[in-house]
């Protein structure tokens, strides 16, 4: 049922900067009576493995707005406090990247959570539309964008950068009431699902040994050749976190890959590795081919072959294209990329088995449908030139 719609009030133009544990601690008693809260942060990550958290901006469901600076205030006990907790609300606009920082600093995860970078997609922005651009349809604000690469760690910060960030609370603010407002029950009870599956604290932990499974041309390597780029993937995940590099610095996916394909048998050998760095190869040349001779004396350990799955009958692939037709008239009605919605695997599944079901807005918009589809409770029909679904009435004698 749609919400009835409410006079958004715009947010004030004043805030306070917080660099004082006192301060921190006085405003976070009040943010204690607070059913939500906007909140965004800045973080480097240019030169380190890790995020360096920079800023954390808050506006509240009353309009007190501030910029908290983590560099020069130590305990930040008591915004970790409100952080995780269940009863206030933390309101994000993509969020994933916010939540890595702050469990990377903190090592506690955020509880209960809103992301309207997801929940805009009911409002047709897509699934990936940035706060800018949001804010631009729905409240008729431009943002400006011209601090994205400023040095957040500078102190002290410029107006303009005090004001940019700010900025991306204040209008978030808005933003999450509107939303209250304009979405359907059915809807926001799908984007609870979503963001449920954002605090997946496995998202964010750190997993060596799964360092390789996240290079795509990796994947496809025979057994053997696979071994070899985890094992040097392994190392290269160790060697960037014992010393807060970027992976890249010492050997890109590329150079990983190039090597696994054809591994060489000595140091030497890695010079005619293209795009190599000459300084990586005297330093660590060595290192590598003694994991790569490890990785040959110990094939039990290679990754197991992919078995295959069976493929689709030529009557699931009728269902199949027809599935798609509802990915494609969902990407056009929502403006979301298709292959963000589901693949052909899960189509099939879908398919094949009652207990599988995709989630949240995916859910919402192509899994319920299509299996009220394939249960012959909706028929597929032509609306003014648009695939539309119809409850299915049997033909009574």
């Known amino acids: 049922m749609l919400k009835r719609k409410q006079a958004l009030k715009l947010p004030a133009m004043n805030y306070k900067i917080i660099d004082q544990q006192a301060d921190l601690e006085a405003f976070c008693e009040h943010l204690q009576t607070c059913p939500w809260i906007a909140l965004d942060t800045e973080f480097v990550r240019t030169d380190t493995y890790f995020s360096i958290l920079s800023l954390i901006q808050v506006q509240t469901h009353d309009g007190q707005a501030a910029i908290i600076d983590p560099i ?18 933390k309101v994000f606009h993509s969020a994933r990247q916010d939540i890595e920082v702050l469990y990377q600093v903190s090592g506690q995860m955020p509880v209960s959570i809103y992301d ?14 940035g706060l800018a651009r949001v804010v631009k349809a729905e409240l008729n604000v431009t943002l400006e964008k011209d601090q994205t690469r400023t040095n957040w760690q500078q102190r002290p ?8 960030a700010i900025n991306d609370v204040r209008y978030l603010a808005p933003l999450y009431e509107k939303l209250q407002t ?9 984007l609870k699902e979503d963001f449920q599956a954002l605090l997946n604290e496995d998202l964010y932990k750190i997993d060596i040994k799964a360092a390789g499974k996240k290079i795509k041309a990796a994947k496809k390597l025979p057994r053997k050749n696979k071994a070899v780029a985890y094992k040097l993937a392994e190392w290269r995940e160790q060697f960037a976190i014992d010393h807060n590099k970027p992976k890249r610095w ?38 590598w081919v003694a994991l790569i001779d490890e990785v040959f004396e110990s094939p039990d350990s290679w990754p197991n072959p992919i078995t295959p799955s069976a493929p689709p009958s030529p009557q699931e692939e009728v269902l199949i294209s027809i599935g798609f037709a ?15 919605i589901a693949n052909k695997t899960d ?15 995916r859910a919402l918009l192509l899994g319920k449908p299509f299996t009220r589809f394939l249960e012959n409770q909706v028929v597929l029909s032509c609306d003014q030139g648009k695939l539309v679904q119809k409850t299915f009435t049997p033909n009574t004698p």
């Open 157 to 164: 910060l410029t107006e303009k950068q005090l004001e940019y």
């Open 347 to 361: 189509l099939l599944k879908t398919i094949q088995s009652d207990s599988f079901r995709l989630t949240g807005w």
């Open 326 to 340: 509802f990915i494609q008239q969902i990407a056009i009605d929502y403006n979301v990329n298709p292959n963000n």
């Open 250 to 287: 010492v050997m890109s996916d590329e150079v990983l890959v190039s090597i696994a394909k054809r591994p060489p048998k000595t140091p030497e050998a890695l010079y005619k590795v293209p795009h190599i760095k000459a300084s990586s190869v005297k330093n660590y040349g060595a290192e």
């Open 72 to 89: 020069a205030i130590e305990d930040l006990t008591a915004l970790w406090s409100i952080i995780t907790h269940p009863n206030i609300c």
């Open 182 to 190: 304009e979405l359907t029950d059915a809807q926001q009870a799908a």
């Open 116 to 129: 309207t970078q997801i929940a805009c997609l009911f409002l047709h922005h897509g699934d990936l539309a």
